[in-house]
């Protein structure tokens, strides 16, 4: 049997990790190239067995089965724009990007009809970046979010799907739509709530007494808020309508706390920390 | 030396706690009587040692140097009311509520010439309530605020800390505006926050789906949803101003991230995202 011809562009700690499981779970059955702009990033893939070639030149992407885009959210449709002309017919196109609609529609009028993309998220992350933070173990049980695409036959889905287990991964389809604004309430407004948090607390008069008045639901609760600037920036940005529709209505629910507390509305105040405690706890029963 | 004779009304996790703690370090230096309406909270708290004696009867108050209030916050001013025709001259009053003004306002009138209070709240505290999760440890190496009080003077202020001192916290004074106010963004208005993403979620298409897409990010933003709903109720109408305050502050902060975001103004989204990444770290740096 001919190994399947993977390209990964962009290997950091996404694209490295994908690397990595794939290389770990399929060995010569995948030949993976590894494109990357910063040729120390390339060398340590290649160090690190996450690629068997590297290059930093578009023409290594010919000829493959399987190219992934692992750049950031931002960077992605650019980039499929530059690669088009080097890619061979037949080819299926992905990317690992968090939010999906916006690419799908930069790439709805230039996707040429003998190539195929297929969005994808894989539901997994870490808080350190870059190829050296690369795990070939960070798919394992993880969700991978596959989406609708442009030029794809039921085929094409299951050969990439098939690939993608391999790694560990849980792949499931969802529609980009949904995905996006699911996305939005289960991950994006929650980073854009956290920072909030933070930012409120500039300008205090003692900072010393905010510190000694700092718990664990503090820490916990604004975790999210040391992630990557540019990274969240990129995300609000390509997943707009839902953020700012899921922001509308957050805000809807702090006025109605607002004014629950002016009145002394306890009644209603319990009703919104009881229900939040009720769904809260089922979630994480389901998911156990 | 006489053994000092403190009670502690109210035996659950900070009171049980307290009780173990004290007898932990001081022994037969301290004698405890334990006072709460429930009879097996007395029995357990007596058979855990956290008590000496223990009581249903306020009259066993009499002839008490520190008196502990530590039952839910809004019931703290009904007992204090309740518990003062029974306190001897010289008994210094204390609680640990979670906020401190609005039992200091209820105090001022009633309280006796004879009898000092003063404010505090243990930055303690556990997922889990009750006697049964009582532990000695609970007030190691975290801060213990001590407010303004009523009658008091410093030596009835040192007479408490000291004693505070030996459960291993860290006693310091803070003024009770200042607490409520800290508190309110340090702890109260994150956990409005948190369970206002929980209930964001209601009545959304997929629950499944929005399973698949839940994170760590999500689950430690929103850990303190799962709290209490009766005390952060009570949390919220006793400090009512510094919240409503700090809420509509934050609303601010929002309403200009979703202006950012309509405009794609990714400047103002990087600012946002970045200040508060630089802000959180200094300060779990400062903390450690």
Redesign the interface.
Known sequence: MKAARIAIIGLGLIGGSLGLALKNALGSKVKITGVDRCSSSLAEAKQRGAVDIISADDHALANQDIVFVCTPVLQIGLVMQQILPYLTAGTIITDVGSTKLFLLEQLRDIMPAGLSYIGGHP?A?REKSGITAADKNLFVNK?Y?LSQGIHTNPEQYQVLSELLQATGAKV?A?NAA??DC??A???H??????????????N???QE???????G??????????????M???I??TN?TA??N??????N???E??G???R?D?AR??T??????E???N??E??A
Chains 1, 2 share one sequence.
């Open positions: 539901m992350g969700w979010i499931i969802m949904e995905h699911g996305a309430y289960m991950s407004i929650p980073h854009v709530v956290a920072a909030g948090l933070v930012n409120l607390l500039h205090r008069s003692s007494n905010l510190l000694r008045l700092m718990g639901g503090f820490k916990d609760t604004t975790r999210i808020a040391s992630s990557d600037a540019d969240w920036s990129d609000c940005l707009s953020m700012i899921g922001l509308k209505e957050y805000q629910i702090l006025e706390v607002v629950a507390i002016e002394a306890r105040l319990y919104f920390f009881s229900s939040a405690k769904k809260r706890d979630m994480l389901q998911e």
